[in-house]
């Protein structure tokens, strides 16, 4: 069974910094592609940062020069550095393996 388990997330003021880890339970080249997403409430699950087996990456634009997505490959673990957070970043957020696997989330909170 493949499990994505997500960490990191917490309490900021705006400006602040977060950086969130997704390790998986297998080798994360295993999966097509590694991916962040976040959930406000109210709204859709939006895609965040998308991350390739061979790091081409993507980003939505709201976060484009503020969000990092990166992999440590020996941890099978892939991250999200957030740099000069901002109120409307505030939401649940996601890791995505592949098609299939989600993991459980994790709070984002950023006050202003």
């Known amino acids: 069974q493949v499990q994505l388990v997500e960490s990191g997330g917490g309490l900021v003021q705006a400006g602040g910094s977060l950086r969130l880890s997704c390790a998986a339970s297998?080798?994360?080249?295993?999966?097509?592609?590694m991916a962040w997403y976040r959930q406000a409430p109210g709204k859709q699950r939006e895609l965040v940062a998308h991350?390739?087996?061979?790091?081409?990456?993507t980003y939505v634009d709201s976060v484009k020069g503020r969000f990092t997505i990166s992999r440590d490959s020996s941890k099978n673990t892939v991250y999200l550095q957030m740099n000069s957070l901002k109120p409307e970043d505030t939401a649940v957020y996601y890791c995505r393996g592949g098609m299939a696997y989600w993991g459980q989330g994790t709070q984002v909170t950023v006050s202003s």
């Open positions: 297998r080798t994360i080249f295993s999966f097509n592609a």
């Open positions: 991350i390739t087996p061979v790091g081409t990456t």
